[in-house]
């Protein structure tokens, strides 16, 4: 009776092993996209994030201030009427951004085809001119300011 106890608690174990590491699988998908910017140059990117550069108030300098620090996302944020969306970049199909009108707006396409149009939105920083597109390319490290990225076309999805 013994032996039996030990192997269904062995089957067990290794039953919750596998579902803890398919778990951890599914979360690390490298998000991939064709980054055009404003001068209708195009780029892929691998490993894409949206970064600012905000403050860490978690410390403060001798005297006052705070240090710099960047912060990484895998989503957008969207001012939608008086709502504030959070996007998902694995939802996304693409992003189309005006950067020449008074209100600075995108329109996300989503997978499922549904469009949701608003005004892009910091989680820290207030200028977009501290908002970066990062990742890596074929021949480097990728960085572009937020605000000089015409459209973001995102490609299918990659295992890491």
Do not use: H
Not at 42 to 47: C, E, F, G, R, S
Request: negative net charge; proline residues 2%; without cysteine.
């Amino acid at each position: 009776m013994k032996q039996k106890t030990l192997s269904d608690l062995s089957i067990f174990l290794i039953l919750m092993s596998s579902l803890a590491l398919m778990t951890l699988a599914s979360e690390s998908q490298a998000i991939s996209a064709v980054i055009t910017d404003i001068a209708d140059i195009p780029t892929v990117v691998d490993n894409l994030t949206l970064s600012e550069l905000g403050f860490d108030y978690n410390y403060k300098y001798i005297g006052g201030g705070y240090p710099s620090k960047w912060y990484d996302y895998n989503d957008m944020t969207i001012k939608r009427g008086e709502s504030t969306v959070d996007v998902q970049f694995d939802k996304i199909k693409q992003i189309e951004f005006d950067w020449e009108n008074e209100n600075k707006s995108a329109n996300i396409t989503l997978d499922s085809g549904t469009i949701i149009f608003g005004k892009p939105l910091s989680k820290n920083s207030v200028e977009f001119g501290s908002w970066f597109i990062k990742g890596d390319t074929d021949f480097g490290s990728f960085e572009i300011q937020l605000n000089k990225t015409k459209n973001i076309k995102f490609l299918p999805t990659k295992e890491t």
